[in-house]
Nanobody, 114 residues
Framework: QVQLVESGGGLVQPGGSLRLSCAAS????????MGWYRQAPGKQRELVAL??????EYINSVKGRFTISRDNAKNTVFLQMNSLKPEDTAVYYC?????????WGQGTQVTVSS
């Protein structure tokens, strides 16, 4: 079973930036498309960005502001978040993009507030 550990969240002012990291255990990491998901209070978890080989996709609300990348040699996926908005406030998680998820990590809290 793959273990996922997210980090890099914090409190940032609107317009600020954060870089999230997700470290995955196990050698099968590189075989899968990976995604960053987020869950805001009272809302369902949503997929905000994914990376599959060299291809990336984003939900409309983060296009042009977020960039997903991965380093398969280090079993790590990143999310660079720029021009952050209060509506980006959520707990952010990574996981594979598949019909069945790996066990979710603890996530990393991102709070955008002045």
């Amino acid at each position: 079973q793959v273990q996922l550990v997210e980090s890099g969240g914090g409190l940032v002012q609107p317009g600020g930036s954060l870089r999230l990291s997700c470290a995955a255990s196990g050698s099968i990491f590189s075989m899968y498309a990976m995604g960053w998901y987020r869950q805001a209070p009272g809302k369902q978890r949503e997929l905000v960005a994914l990376i599959n080989s060299g291809d990336t996709e984003y939900i409309n609300s983060v296009k042009g502001r977020f960039t997903i990348s991965r380093d398969n040699a280090k079993n790590t996926v990143f999310l660079q978040m720029n021009s952050l908005k209060p509506e980006d406030t959520a707990v952010y998680y990574c996981n594979r993009v598949a019909t069945q998820f790996w066990t979710w990590g603890q996530g990393t809290q991102v709070t955008v507030s002045s």
